[in-house]
């Protein structure tokens, strides 16, 4: 059996924490096979349920999730996924760093998947407790010098579309982004320029409430050297023109937002195609 695909790159070697990770990639679907597979199951069901599987299957039932706004076909995603589609092996972030410079981020490693309590914060986890808590997937990534790492994560929720736009609002109403205590925590890897990265060493992070899937997206960023940040800020000021702290004028704030932004994006693409209908 061949390698899986992210062990080709000509990158260095990721750390053994990695490739132990449950995340793992899986196979491409072949489309023929896929056609082949819908076709017996769409037969078989429609043997078993008659007009009204029938009617489910091409999307004209009411109890189609999806379409009616709940979350039934994400809710497997967080295991199904490749590790590579959540966490890419390198980020290009073009005009994402300070003054529109371009920045790349590669990935140091990929955590095992987790429960809650074992990654976030008690406060955190508490704050997120209207919406539940399934699972916590996270990665750590460092910039091209090496000098500044980020870990990102995404927490998948077991709240409703309704209840995730609540806690979106709180988050926002409440300005809980720009709360301290409420900092997402690291992840440190042993061997790695990620090794020192503790709570101590965090210096810029977000946090985003998704609605269209029961996902909260969150980055923390800090040096790779392991220098405790006395005055971390959330990445709204890090960002801000004219900010002073370590965290702005090194560029964590934007490796922050940098790093989640993409990540974040490659999950509405992932979400998109979860819940688009057969044609």
């Known amino acids: 059996m061949a390698p899986p695909s992210y062990h080709w790159s000509t990158e260095p070697p990721e750390t053994p924490a990695e490739t132990t990770t449950r995340l793992r990639p899986v196979p491409a679907r072949h489309p023929g096979r896929t056609a082949a597979a819908v076709a017996c199951v769409v037969l078989g069901l429609g043997l078993i349920g008659g007009a009204v599987t029938g009617s489910y299957l091409t999307g004209d039932s009411s109890a189609d999730a999806a379409s009616g706004g709940g979350y039934a076909p994400l809710r497997t995603l967080w295991h199904s996924t490749p590790v590579d589609t959540f966490f890419p092996r390198t980020l290009k972030g073009d005009g994402a760093g300070p003054g529109g410079a371009d920045r790349t981020w590669t990935r140091v ?67 809980l982004t720009q709360r301290t205590d409420l900092m997402p925590r690291t992840y440190p890897v042993k061997g790695t320029v990620a090794a020192g990265f503790g709570d101590g060493q965090r210096a810029s992070w977000t946090v985003n409430i998704l609605t269209e899937a029961p996902v909260v997206v969150y980055a923390v960023s800090g040096f790779a050297d392991g220098r405790r940040i006395p005055d971390p800020q959330p990445v709204a000021k890090a960002t801000a023109d004219g900010a002073k702290t370590a965290a702005a004028q090194s560029g964590l704030g934007h490796d922050a937002k940098g790093i989640a932004d993409r990540v974040e994006r490659g999950l509405r693409t992932t979400v998109t195609m979860a819940t688009e209908k057969p044609r």
């Open 109 to 175: 490693a990929v955590a095992p998947d987790t429960g809650c309590a074992d990654a976030l914060d008690p406060l955190l986890l508490k704050t997120l407790r209207p919406v539940g808590c399934e699972r916590v997937l996270r990665a750590t990534y460092a910039d091209v010098t090496s000098s500044t790492v980020t870990t990102v994560g995404l927490v998948f929720t077991e709240g409703e579309p309704s209840a995730m736009e609540a806690l979106g609002t709180r988050f926002s109403d409440e300005k």
